[in-house]
């Protein structure tokens, strides 16, 4: 692997995005909008019940990224016996904001919209389209923009009153584990994460801090639901420093999450099916399902 950062993020990605697509066992709307589906994918050993990962790709919340990229992972927890609900949701737009050279990052409300009421029909769509999956043993996980997704699903409960994605009660769920999410967005603003991606995904700086307050996971604790996050070292993409400073939010709150640091790992290799972290990541998917 090169030594040079950029050069070992670039080799990490190449061979994230090297495995082709897996095509679903099934595929559901959530809603009438193209992005609004969610894919399922039966357990390959062909159990009758096993657990249910319901899975959110990253891509910085940008339109070009969509769940393909994550298919060969999805497959690979599905090969590990896991019964896996692949969520797509609205991004940003493809063309670059005035001035910008990046794709614009996220819809306000749209991805947040999409992401509630995703969680919310899935226990009826996976009734219908993966009767493998034990609903009563579901975990969240998610990849960068989507671990953040991911964090900020488990934590409806904890949004202020009067926020149409609140949920009376915490979500159902066995655990989160969030994949080098994007987990603390003062820290991820401060180091310019994926280009200004949180900005943009808020709307701007005029509304950074109210649309903060309804979607930052750092701000929404204590969650009470078990959490493990999953963060490599060398990952220049989402620095651990992010991750670090949502744990120490969560210790403030009172709350303590599972930090499962991978040495001389970047950003990538934790959804590369080649790679040997992406096997922790399932062993820790494991930990909260079975």
Same mark, same amino acid.
């Given at each position: ?11 990490? +990605? ?20 193209? *992005? ?10 062909? /159990? ?17 990224? *969509? ?9 690979? @927890? ?15 737009? =493809? ?17 947040? =919209? ?59 769920? /066995? ?14 603003? +401060? @180091? ?12 701007? *700086?005029?509304? %950074?801090?109210? #649309?903060?307050? %309804? ?13 493990? @996050?999953?963060?490599? #070292? ?30 001389? $790992? ?9 790679? *040997?972290?992406?096997?922790? $990541? ?9």
């Amino acid at each position: 692997m090169p030594d040079d950062p950029a050069a070992r993020d670039a080799a990490e +990605e190449a061979s994230a995005f090297s495995h082709p697509a897996v095509a679903p066992d099934a595929s559901a709307a959530y809603g009438a909008h193209p *992005d609004q589906v969610v894919d399922f994918y039966a357990p390959r050993d062909g /159990r009758a019940s096993a657990p249910l990962v319901v899975a959110l790709h990253g891509g910085a919340w940008r339109a070009p990224y *969509d769940r393909q990229h994550l298919t060969p992972f999805v497959d690979f @927890l599905a090969r590990r016996g896991f019964a896996v609900a692949s969520v797509e949701y609205r991004r940003g737009s =493809d063309i670059p904001r005035q001035g910008g050279t990046a794709p614009v990052a996220g819809r306000w409300p749209e991805t947040f =919209d999409d992401v509630a009421a995703a969680l919310d029909a899935l226990p009826g769509l996976a009734a219908a389209h993966l009767p493998q999956a034990d609903p009563r043993r579901t975990v969240l996980t998610g990849h960068s923009a989507g671990g953040h997704l991911a964090l900020w699903a488990a934590a409806r409960h904890v949004l202020p009153a009067g926020s149409p994605w609140r949920l009376p009660a915490p979500p159902a769920l /066995r655990g989160v584990v969030a994949l080098a999410p994007i987990a603390h967005f003062t820290r991820a603003v +401060e @180091l310019d994460v994926c280009g200004g991606a949180v900005t943009e995904l808020l709307g701007g *700086d005029a509304d %950074l801090a109210a #649309r903060a307050a %309804l979607s930052d996971p750092a701000v929404l604790l204590p969650t009470g639901i078990a959490t493990t @996050l999953v963060q490599g #070292r060398t990952d220049i993409v989402v620095p651990p420093a992010v991750v670090e400073a949502y744990a120490a939010a969560a210790a403030e709150a009172g709350e303590t999450v599972g930090c499962t640091f991978l040495e001389d $790992v970047g950003h990538f290799p934790l959804i590369d099916p080649a790679a *040997d972290a992406c096997a922790v $990541v399932a062993e820790e998917i494991a930990q909260l399902a079975f």
